[in-house]
Nanobody, 117 residues
Framework: QVQLVESGGGLVQAGGSLRLSCVASGMLVNIDTWAWYRQAPGKQRELVAT???????TYATPVQGRFTISRDNPKKSSYLEMSNLQPDDTATYYC???????????WGQGTQVIVSS
């Protein structure tokens, strides 16, 4: 059974940095697309960044220039490097992975990021 296991959240002061990790445990094929989402209290889940197998990445406007998504294919992992964090970045962050060949998509359990002012 495939599980997406996240780590790396925590409490950080404004201007600080965090690195989130997501591992597709039990996955035997390559991930096509990785994505990171976030959900702030009382708000809908929103897309933060995506990264496909070609290396093409997309970012939501609020995080452009501050967040970087990456992937390690042999390790079946994705990372979200977050810098210059602001209180508005406070949310639970979720990773998502898609494997089109087997019509599979999975979600991580979420990791909380709290940015204090």
């Amino acid at each position: 059974q495939v599980q997406l296991v996240e780590s790396g959240g925590g409490l950080v002061q404004a201007g600080g940095s965090l690195r989130l990790s997501c591992v597709a445990s039990g996955m035997l094929v390559n991930i096509d697309t990785w994505a990171w989402y976030r959900q702030a209290p009382g708000k809908q889940r929103e897309l933060v960044a995506t990264l496909d197998r070609t290396g093409a990445g997309t970012y939501a406007t609020p995080v452009q220039g501050r967040f970087t998504i990456s992937r390690d294919n042999p390790k079946k992992s994705s990372y979200l490097e977050m810098s210059n964090l602001q209180p508005d970045d406070t949310a639970t962050y979720y990773c998502n992975a898609v494997v089109r060949a087997i019509n599979w998509s999975g979600w991580g359990q979420g990791t909380q990021v709290i940015v204090s002012s």
